[in-house]
């Protein structure tokens, strides 16, 4: 099979790799459509994350055909369109049982913290990933879905990760009606975290980062005030200027280790190779939030060896809420807003990039040209 394969910081090709086999009775094999590019992804692709291995396929983000089936697989038939959830999981452990598929115990030797992820280092379990013509798929009778009938394609590969990684901050932000939130960071995740502020209730919706055609994408797609953090003195001030002085009800942190480096890694930690990223954004929610408010993390952070201001946050009694998204638990109701015509996810998405040439597609998305929001890889 052609898989995208990474052969050392900022450098990507795609290689002819054996095709993926059945090592399991309920492993599948997916044919993969289309994947995508995360901002998580850049962490990889800037050499930034502990053992990423020469030679390992990126990609938590994939919809395909099912090409082959385990014996003990029930739940799925060769043929089936299926969108496959970025968390690899058991389904059965202690913490499956309580829709805590993130944290699944059983997939990932190496963390303690983090379940497996398709086709993020050995950190995640080393599991190869979605930007290739094929894919093992582990546990199949219980993370990938049937994308039902007349669902955009774009649309469900969107539920795989993005989409659903936003909307479930928008629910560990336990908005309020009426409540106004700010989100920190205007990628697919900020703008989907913002979109589906409203869906929870929100009476207002505040984005603040530093791209502007990031931001003109936060008042067309998620509907909200925006804030380029670069043209303020104080990003903290302003946003206590507009909301009367308090701080936002509720802060939703979208930024996470700051893939795209325009604020300044911690030296240990680039030294270390370990891209666990600058609390700014953090230190910044902690301080834009109102006393007793509500902070959600959804930025995808890594060992982070810099100061987070904990202190300010005890004092001010504020609840921080965050974890990887379980993202399957939400697709029932993700489906039922994009079957309504709430949310359409796809909107998201301007550039089409066939796999030969993703190398390119990292480029571009790595140095934030051509207004880039959200790259899909073409496979099929």
Not at 3 to 27: F, L, Q, S
Not at 179 to 206: N, Q
Not at 212 to 222: G, H, P, V, W
Not at 349 to 372: M, Q
Request: glycine fraction near 12%; hydrophobic fraction near 45%.
């Amino acid at each position: 099979m052609k898989a995208m394969t990474y052969r050392g910081p900022y450098k990507v090709r795609v290689e002819d790799k054996p095709d993926p086999t059945i090592h399991h009775p309920n492993d599948a094999i997916v044919r993969v459509e289309l994947a995508a590019i995360c901002g998580s992804d850049l962490h990889l692709y800037h050499g930034m994350l502990p053992d990423t291995r020469v030679g390992h396929t990126f990609g938590h983000e994939f919809i395909g055909r099912v090409e082959q089936v385990g014996s003990s697989v029930q739940n799925l038939k060769v043929g089936d369109r299926v969108m496959v959830p970025f968390n690899i999981f058991c389904g059965s452990c202690f913490f499956c049982a309580r829709g805590l598929f993130s944290n699944c115990h059983n997939v990932n030797a190496n963390a303690t913290a983090v379940g497996g992820i398709y086709g993020y280092s050995h950190t995640a379990g080393g599991y190869d990933g979605g930007q290739a013509e094929l894919v093992r798929v582990p546990f199949a009778d219980v993370g990938p879905a049937v994308i039902p009938d007349g669902v955009n394609p774009e649309d469900a590969l969107l539920l795989t990760d993005a989409f659903s990684t936003g909307y479930f901050g928008a629910q560990l932000a336990d908005i309020v009606e009426g409540d106004t939130a700010v989100v920190f960071g205007a990628g697919p995740i900020g703008l989907a975290a913002a979109r589906s502020a409203w869906l929870m209730g929100a009476g207002r919706v505040i984005v603040v980062d530093y791209l502007d055609y990031r931001l003109r994408k936060a008042e067309e797609f998620a509907f909200a005030e925006t804030i380029n953090f670069g043209q303020v003195n104080d990003i903290v001030r302003e946003v206590k200027k507009r909301t009367g002085g308090l701080g936002a009800d509720v802060v939703i942190e979208a930024v996470g280790a700051e893939a795209d480096g325009h604020v300044l890694q911690h030296v240990t930690s680039a030294k270390l190779k370990l891209q666990g990223g600058s609390p700014v954004a953090l230190n910044w929610a902690i301080d834009s939030v109102r006393k007793a408010g509500t902070i959600s993390v959804v930025g995808a952070y890594g060992p982070l060896f810099s100061a987070v201001k904990f202190g300010d946050a005890m004092n001010k009694g504020v609840t921080m809420r965050m974890n990887q998204a379980p993202v399957k638990r939400q697709w029932p109701r993700l489906l039922e807003h994009i079957a309504a015509g709430h949310i359409a996810p796809s909107e998201m998405v301007t550039h089409r990039i066939p796999l030969e040439h993703i190398a390119e597609g990292y480029h571009i998305f790595s140095s934030k040209l051509d207004d880039i929001i959200k790259p899909v890889i073409t496979v099929a």
